[in-house]
Each structure stands twice: as C-alpha cells, then as structure tokens.
C-alpha cells in the first residue's frame, strides 16, 4: 500500500550501526530480542492533520489496509513455521509410536522403569500374568490395575535380547508412582517411535494439522473459564501458564536443541516463530492483535476510539508486559540454578 518505511531495525534499543538507502533507516540495534520496521504516521495517538494527509503515510489508510498490514507479520512468523516443518517432514517423515507390538521405546530417567531395570526394546509379554498383545492393550490393563489404590506394585514378564539370536525371558517388579503432570500412575515408558515418509499432499495436510494443534494448545492457556470448572478430568487437560518461559529458557531450549542434532533445532525454531505470531494475535493493546481489534472496531463504529482511554491501557499493558517479563525471566533463572 506504498506506506514509506522510516526505520528497519534488527534488535531494540540503541542503535550500534546502520545505514540510509531510499530515506530508510537499516541498523542493528543493541537488544537482539526480535527487531522492528518503523512506518511513517504508524502511531495512533498522532493527531497531526499535517501528516495525516502526507503520501506515504499509515494514518491516511482505510482501516482494512491497516488491518492487512498489521497481521502481515504474525501471519509470516505461521507462515515461516509451517514452511521449516513442511522441509523437515519431506526429509525426515514423520513420527509415530509402534502400538501395534508390546515393546518399550523410551524409557525415562529415574523413572521406575529405569530404577527397575528395564531397557529399550524390551518386549512386554504380561502384566500381573495376563497377556499382553499390542501397546493399547497394555496400557488399558496396566491402568486397570493401578486404579486399585490397594495395588502398590505391578510385574512385567519381558522378552529381552541380550546377544545376537540370544532371548531371555525375565519378570521385573516395579512400584509406579504419581505424576503430577500427567495426573495419573505411570513406570515412566513410552512405545517405540517410528518415522514414515509421505507423499507432498499428506506432509501439507499433516504440517497444517500439526500446527492447529499447537495453535489449539496454546489459545488454551487463556481460556481462565478452566478455573471455574468442577470436571477434574477437563482441568487436568488444560495447559498451566507454568508453560510459559521467556527469552533465557528460550534461549537454553535452543542451545539443548542444536546440541542434540539439526532437526530438533528445526524443530524448536519452528515452534518459536509460530509462538511469536500466536502471541502477537493476541487482542492485547500494544501487540498486533490490540492493533486489528482497535481497528476493526473503528470500522464497524465509524468513528475514532478516544484516544485518552486508549493512551491510559496502552500504558497499563506495558508496565503490565514489563512486569511480566521480569517475572518470567527471573523464574527461568531460578529454575536453571535449582
């Protein structure tokens, strides 16, 4: 829509270096947190009719250009998420556990699996002497049996190959015990996890679900009528703000991910970017999202929002926002040092 660009800044803050090309400011900036493109008249609380009648300016726009503009951003941080997984799924096809065989994938550390003795592959042949036939199966006995709040331990008779053409059969006690995430019983295994390759249309359809899902989980965080719900069951699908780190923890899930290989690091920048879309299409003042919502209001009423009341939540949000983030960044810290 020609909107002249006065600044394109990679980072915040003071500036360190930068040129001028085409009456754009380029510069890096000394907080590397994200970045920013400046447009002109792009403030809403500029009253000056000088400028709001100057070419090139965003405040001349009619508010559905406005709006366009203001999701472009958020729309290509989704856009960049699905395009790194849509690349990484046609390499590497995608994951799914075995559930058609009885046989252990993952076991988790200290787990009482782990403490217990068992090892990846094994395969669970019965649960408290009953059949086990496929991971489904041993799942439903498996909870059956620990529901009984009298059965403090269970028994697992396992095939395990030690040497090559060398299979051992051995039972196994293990005392499970309560995750409070999960909200259930659990010995800490998980099934084997398989990687398939598919065709173009199946990996497209497969990245968009993916990325619904995601979107999904995340909106769940705001949906506060959780806390008002009695259904134990509903609340324990729910997802804890708990969640949430900030750009420290952001910054140690990248370096765990790049140190364990390049398609977890695909992985966890996709995930950022589709975050950071999510998290600016929030109807927040000061965010994308507040910007659509004042604008799409404004059409729909035909007049300007006074000004005033906006000016005094925008600054409730910051120092709102500002709080928040000295908060989340002092619990990532915390959590590290612990």
């Given at each position: 829509?020609?909107?002249?660009?006065?600044?394109?800044?990679?980072?915040?803050?003071?500036?360190?270096y930068?040129?001028?090309?085409?009456?754009?400011?380029?510069?890096?900036?000394?907080?590397?947190?994200?970045?920013?493109?400046?447009?002109?008249g792009?403030?809403i609380?500029?009253?000056?009719?000088?400028?709001?009648?100057?070419?090139?300016?965003?405040?001349?726009?009619?508010?559905?250009?406005?709006?366009?503009?203001?999701?472009?951003?958020?729309?290509?941080?989704?856009?960049?998420?699905?395009f790194?997984?849509?690349?990484?799924?046609?390499?590497?096809?995608?994951?799914?556990?075995?559930?058609?065989?009885?046989?252990?994938?993952?076991?988790l550390?200290?787990?009482?699996?782990?403490?217990?003795?068992?090892?990846s592959?094994?395969?669970?042949?019965k649960?408290?002497?009953?059949?086990?036939?496929?991971?489904n199966?041993?799942?439903?006995?498996?909870?059956?049996?620990?529901?009984?709040?009298?059965?403090?331990?269970?028994?697992?008779?396992?095939r395990?190959?030690?040497?090559?053409?060398?299979?051992?059969?051995?039972?196994?006690?293990?005392?499970p015990?309560?995750?409070?995430?999960?909200?259930?019983?659990?010995?800490?295994?998980?099934?084997?996890?398989?990687?398939?390759?598919?065709?173009?249309?199946k990996?497209?359809?497969?990245?968009?679900?993916?990325?619904?899902?995601?979107?999904?989980?995340?909106?769940?965080?705001?949906?506060?009528?959780?806390?008002?719900?009695s259904?134990?069951?509903?609340?324990n699908?729910?997802?804890?703000?708990?969640?949430?780190?900030?750009?420290?923890g952001i910054?140690?899930?990248?370096?765990?991910?790049?140190?364990?290989?390049?398609?977890a690091?695909?992985?966890?920048?996709?995930?950022?970017?589709?975050?950071?879309?999510?998290?600016?299409?929030?109807?927040?003042?000061?965010?994308?999202?507040?910007?659509?919502?004042?604008?799409?209001?404004?059409?729909i009423?035909?007049?300007?929002?006074?000004?005033?009341?906006?000016?005094?939540i925008?600054?409730?949000m910051?120092?709102f926002?500002?709080?928040?983030?000295?908060?989340?960044?002092?619990?990532?810290?915390?959590?590290?040092?612990?």
């Amino acid at each position: 829509f020609k909107v002249k660009i006065e600044k394109f800044s990679i980072g915040f803050g003071k500036e360190l270096y930068g040129w001028t090309k085409n009456g754009t400011r380029y510069c890096f900036s000394l907080i590397p947190f994200g970045g920013f493109v400046k447009m002109k008249g792009e403030s809403i609380f500029e009253n000056n009719l000088a400028e709001t009648d100057d070419i090139g300016s965003f405040a001349i726009l009619k508010n559905w250009k406005k709006i366009l503009i203001v999701i472009s951003g958020p729309f290509m941080n989704i856009i960049f998420a699905f395009f790194i997984l849509v690349i990484l799924t046609a390499f590497t096809g995608i994951k799914y556990f075995d559930l058609e065989n009885p046989n252990i994938g993952k076991i988790l550390e200290n787990s009482p699996a782990q403490i217990a003795g068992l090892k990846s592959n094994d395969q669970i042949l019965k649960i408290n002497d009953e059949n086990v036939y496929n991971w489904n199966d041993y799942t439903e006995k498996f909870d059956n049996i620990v529901s009984n709040e009298n059965q403090e331990n269970i028994t697992l008779t396992i095939r395990r190959l030690n040497h090559p053409q060398v299979l051992e059969e051995k039972t196994i006690r293990i005392i499970p015990e309560y995750n409070n995430e999960f909200k259930r019983k659990m010995i800490g295994i998980s099934p084997i996890l398989k990687n398939k390759k598919i065709g173009i249309f199946k990996n497209l359809y497969f990245t968009t679900l993916t990325l619904f899902k995601i979107s999904r989980h995340f909106y769940k965080l705001f949906d506060f009528s959780k806390y008002f719900n009695s259904n134990k069951q509903e609340k324990n699908d729910t997802i804890s703000f708990n969640n949430i780190i900030g750009p420290i923890g952001i910054l140690f899930e990248i370096q765990k991910a790049f140190t364990d290989n390049l398609e977890a690091f695909a992985h966890i920048i996709a995930l950022i970017s589709l975050n950071l879309g999510l998290v600016n299409l929030l109807p927040l003042p000061i965010l994308d999202g507040g910007y659509i919502l004042i604008f799409f209001t404004e059409f729909i009423i035909r007049k300007k929002i006074n000004r005033k009341f906006l000016y005094a939540i925008f600054n409730i949000m910051i120092l709102f926002l500002i709080l928040f983030m000295i908060f989340i960044t002092l619990r990532d810290l915390l959590s590290r040092v612990s």
